[in-house]
């Protein structure tokens, strides 16, 4: 089994800074990849970013600029520093990981859809105010 939990989540003001982590424990290979999702109310849930198998990353187009994903190998830790926080940054934020990201890549799948990930974790609340 594979378990993902994540902390950091909060609450501030429009134009502020959170950092998410995420820490990996269980039976898992390498090659794996990670993902940060959110989802807020009444919304379906959406990739935000991901760190490939490769060390490679990919944003949502509404965080490039603001989000940076990192990865702790040591530390079997995955991060998410967001800056500049909007309102409609608001939700739950989740860390997935699909254990085998090169069947994504036969399929030509999308990252950010959220069928690919096999593990979730339980979710950090994260509120932006105006």
């Known amino acids: 089994q594979v378990q993902l939990v994540e902390s950091g989540g909060g609450s501030v003001e429009t134009g502020g800074s959170l950092r998410l982590s995420c820490v990996v424990s269980?039976?898992?290979?390498?090659?794996?990849?990670m993902g940060w999702f959110r989802q807020a109310p009444e919304d379906a849930r959406e990739g935000v970013a991901i760190?490939?198998?490769?060390?490679?990353?990919s944003y949502a187009d509404s965080v490039k600029g603001r989000f940076t994903i990192s990865k702790d190998n040591d530390k079997n830790t995955l991060y998410l520093q967001m800056n500049n926080l909007k309102p409609e940054d608001t939700g739950i934020y989740y860390c997935?990981?699909?254990?085998?990201?090169?069947?994504?890549?036969?399929?030509?799948?999308?990252?950010?859809?959220?069928?690919?990930?096999?593990?979730w974790g339980q979710g950090t609340q994260v509120t932006v105010s105006s």
């Open positions: 997935a990981v699909d254990r085998d990201p090169s069947q994504r890549d036969e399929y030509g799948g999308d990252w950010t859809d959220v069928g690919w990930f096999d593990y």
């Open positions: 269980g039976d898992i290979s390498i090659g794996y990849c």
């Open positions: 760190f490939d198998s490769d060390g490679s990353t």
